[in-house]
C-alpha cells in the first residue's frame, strides 16, 4: 500500500445499499430479481454465482452504468462524496492497450484531477510492490494477462479510493500475481477500504472476504458469513449451489459407430 494511504474509520451505515433490484436486458426476460443486500464500510464482499448469473451486471448497476428495472441501487455519499473515490477494474484491467502503463496512469490522473509526477514513480510503493518498475514504458498490449492485471490494479489504487470493485481479478495470472493480490486485499481490508469482488475463485474469496453473497436462478440465494465456517471445505459447501448434477453422463462410456 502507498505511504500516503490513510485508515477509513468505520461508519454505522452501510456504504452500499441494494433495495430490491430488478434488471433484464430484455424488456421480457430478467437476469436479477428483488436483489438486496447492504455492505457496510470497510468489509470485503465476495459476490458469487454461476456464468450468468448477473455478478457483473449487478456491479455495473452499483456504479451507474446500468439502471435497474425496480428500485435502486445507491453508494453513500456521505461516505464517498465523489465517483472519484470508486475504483473498478474488469477483466480487461480497464487500461487502454496502446497507451503505455506510465501513460494510462497519467490519463487516470487527469481524469481525476489528481497531481501526480508520473516521469518519477518507479519508487511509488503499489509500482515497486506489483514490480512495475521494467514496464511502465510498454504498452499494455504487450504485457502478460498478470502483468496487465498488476499494472491495472497499481494505475488505480495509487489514487487511494475507498470503494474497489473487481471483477475476477484472479482470471489468467500466474502465482505470484495471485500472491500480491491477496496480499493487497488483506491490506485494503486492515486500512477499512471496502471492496466488491466478482469471483468463481473460491479459495481466494476464502483468504481474503468477509462475506459472501451467491447469485442463483435470479435471485440472492445465500448470504453468508465467512468465519462462521470451521473451515474451507464447510465454506465451499455452502459457496456452490447445484450440487445435485455432481454426476453427470457425458455419453462417453457407449459404443459410438
Not at 433484464?24 to 448469473?53: C, H, M, W
Not at 492497450?97 to 487516470?108: Q, Y
Not at 458469513?225 to 456452490?240: G, N, P
Request: glycine residues 6%; aromatic residues 6%; hydrophobic residues 40%.
Amino acid at each position: 500500500m502507498s505511504d500516503t494511504t490513510s485508515t477509513v474509520m468505520p461508519s454505522t451505515e452501510p456504504i452500499i445499499s441494494v433495495q430490491n433490484v430488478s434488471f433484464g436486458y430484455k424488456r421480457n426476460a430478467t437476469v436479477l430479481e428483488g436483489v438486496s443486500f447492504d455492505v457496510p464500510q470497510g468489509q470485503s464482499l465476495a459476490i458469487l454465482g454461476y456464468n450468468g448469473a448477473g455478478k457483473t451486471t449487478l456491479l455495473h448497476i452499483i456504479t451507474g452504468l446500468l439502471r435497474p428495472k425496480t428500485d435502486r441501487a445507491v453508494i453513500n455519499a456521505n461516505l464517498v462524496p465523489s465517483m472519484r473515490d470508486v475504483f473498478q477494474m474488469n477483466d480487461q484491467s480497464c487500461m487502454a492497450a496502446e497507451l503505455t502503463v506510465r501513460e494510462n496512469i497519467r490519463f487516470r490522473a487527469m481524469l481525476l484531477g489528481k497531481t501526480l509526477d508520473t516521469e518519477h514513480i518507479d519508487d511509488e510503493p503499489m509500482i515497486r510492490a506489483f514490480q512495475l518498475n521494467d514496464h511502465l514504458d510498454k504498452k499494455v498490449s504487450e504485457l502478460s494477462s498478470g502483468l496487465r492485471k498488476r499494472a491495472g490494479l497499481a494505475a488505480g489504487l495509487i489514487f487511494d479510493p475507498h470503494v474497489i470493485m473487481l471483477d475476477e481479478p484472479t482470471n489468467a495470472i500466474d502465482p505470484l500475481t495471485r500472491r500480491l493480490m491477496t496480499d493487497l486485499m488483506k491490506q485494503l481490508k486492515a486500512v477499512g477500504r471496502t471492496v466488491l469482488t466478482v469471483t468463481h475463485d473460491l479459495e481466494y474469496c476464502w483468504q481474503v472476504a468477509d462475506r459472501a453473497i451467491v447469485l442463483d436462478d435470479k435471485h440472492l440465494a445465500r448470504d453468508i458469513v465467512i468465519s462462521d465456517f470451521h473451515d474451507y471445505r464447510e465454506f465451499e459447501e455452502a459457496a456452490t449451489l447445484g450440487k445435485e448434477n455432481r454426476t453427470v453422463d457425458f455419453g462417453l462410456g457407449a459404443s459410438r459407430r
